[in-house]
C-alpha cells in the first residue's frame, strides 16, 4: 500500500524540482538574450564588404 505522507513528500519534491527548473531555463534564457544583444550593440559601425560567390557586396551598416 502506498503511504500518504510519503507520496505527498514525493509530490511537493517533484513540484519543487519543477520550479527550479523553469527558473534555470529562465535563467539561461535572459543570459542568452543580454549576450545576444551586447554582440550586436558592440558590432563596429561602418561598411561591410562581402565576397562570395554571388560576387562581391558592399553594405553600409
Known amino acids: 500500500m502506498l503511504?500518504?505522507?510519503?507520496a505527498g513528500?514525493?509530490?511537493?519534491?517533484m513540484k519543487q524540482?519543477?520550479?527550479?527548473l523553469i527558473i534555470?531555463?529562465?535563467v539561461a534564457a535572459v543570459i542568452g538574450l543580454g549576450i545576444y544583444v551586447y554582440r550586436e550593440e558592440t558590432k563596429p559601425k561602418g561598411v561591410?564588404?562581402?565576397i562570395d560567390e554571388t560576387g562581391?557586396?558592399?553594405q553600409e551598416k
Not at 503511504?3 to 510519503?6: C, G, I, M, N
Not at 524540482?17 to 527550479?20: A, K
Open 24 to 26: 534555470g531555463v529562465l
Open 17 to 20: 524540482n519543477n520550479l527550479y
Open 56 to 58: 562581391i557586396s558592399v
Open 48 to 50: 561591410e564588404l562581402r
Open 9 to 13: 513528500r514525493y509530490d511537493s519534491l
Open 3 to 6: 503511504d500518504l505522507p510519503a
